[in-house]
């Protein structure tokens, strides 16, 4: 069982930025990130392979949000800049256990962003 948790999140001005972090206690592959706002379902927002040569984002975040990984710490970050309101939620990281997995196996407990308009 690998245990994920995150870090980093907080209240930001819109125009600001935050990186968040997600420390994994054993070895994962694929990872992601999603967020859910208050109000609305989870929904994607980042991808990243075990390789970290293959990156995937959700249209509303591109040119904005970097998805990068470190795989002798365990750990995958999203550096998000120039932040708008609408970005506000919990932010949820997500690892597969396999290459096999076709769906993310472990979830985090969410980060809180707020970004202030």
């Known amino acids: 069982q690998v245990q994920l948790v995150e870090s980093g999140g907080g209240l930001v001005q819109a125009g600001g930025s935050l990186r968040l972090s997600c420390a994994a206690s054993g070895r994962t592959f694929s990872m992601g990130w999603f967020r859910q706002a208050p109000g609305k379902e989870r929904e994607f927002v980042a991808h990243i392979r075990l390789s970290g040569g293959s990156t995937d984002y959700a249209d509303s975040v591109k040119g904005r949000f970097t998805i990068s990984r470190d795989n002798a710490r365990n750990t995958v970050y999203l550096q998000m800049n120039s932040l708008k309101p609408e970005d506000t939620a919990v932010y949820y990281c997500?690892?597969?256990?396999?290459?096999?997995?076709?769906?993310?196996?472990?979830w985090g407990q969410g980060t809180e962003v707020t970004v202030s308009s």
């Open positions: 997500a690892a597969k256990g396999s290459y096999l997995s076709t769906k993310y196996d472990y």
